[in-house]
Antibody, heavy 120, light 106 residues
């Protein structure tokens, strides 16, 4: 069965960086993309970007351009999301989600989420 | 940028039909996906591409999309359907979520 298992919770200071991992299993990793979505406490879902596991192409939300980098390691079927220059409003649960390769596709499987807390 | 508008909350009596709307400019020309999120859990896809149900999602969940409004319909609502529901589309290679609707089953 398809599973996306994310790394554990992180606590970071303002200005630091965080790197969250998302290990996929149960399907051919390179046949799908991975999107990252975050959710601040008590708030809605915010899309952060997408990466093709096939060729590494990326597309980031304009709001995060320059601060976020998404990568994949096809040898371990793992996707990564790094966010730099952290601020208090980056405190959120970060989710990875699988995306079929179509431009209008749904997020059909989600990771369990990783809480990132930014606090001095 | 493209915006999706959902009601903050919808209430439905147990066993009745709930309808959650998602408004957007000419949304009928886009593929709309719906997610259910229960407290402390990751979202779950319940409807994709307007009206398709993933395997394991009850037939009670259905979707439609036309004009400026997409609708998620939950028939014979159960207590276990209480959750936040989000619509989502793609616009210019950007994924856009609605603000979410809290469904309360009375």
């Amino acid at each position: 069965q398809v599973q996306l298992v994310q790394s554990g919770a992180e606590v970071k200071k303002p200005g630091a960086s965080v790197k969250v991992s998302c290990k996929a299993s149960g399907y051919t990793f390179t046949s799908y993309g991975i999107s990252w979505v975050r959710q601040a406490p008590g708030q809605g879902l915010e899309w952060m970007g997408w990466i093709s596991a096939y060729n590494g192409n990326t597309n980031y939300a304009q709001k995060l351009q320059g601060r976020v980098t998404m990568t994949t390691d096809t040898s371990t079927s793992t996707a990564y999301m790094e966010l730099r220059s952290l601020r208090s409003d980056d405190t959120a649960v970060y989710y990875c989600a699988r995306v079929p390769g179509l431009a209008v596709a749904e997020f059909d499987y989600w990771g369990q989420g990783t809480l990132v807390t930014v606090s001095s | 940028s493209y915006e999706l508008t959902q009601p903050l909350s919808v209430s439905v009596a147990l066993g009745q039909t709930a309808r959650i709307t998602c408004g957007g400019n000419n949304i009928g020309s886009k593929n709309v996906h719906w997610y259910q999120q229960k407290p402390g859990q990751a979202p779950v896809l319940v409807i994709y591409r307007d009206s398709n149900r993933p395997s394991g999602i009850p037939e009670r969940f259905s979707g439609s999309n036309s004009g400026n409004t997409a609708t998620l319909t939950i028939s014979r609502a159960q207590a276990g359907d209480e959750a936040d529901y989000y619509c989502q589309v793609w616009d210019s290679s950007t994924a856009v979520f609605g603000g979410g609707t809290k469904l309360t089953v009375l």
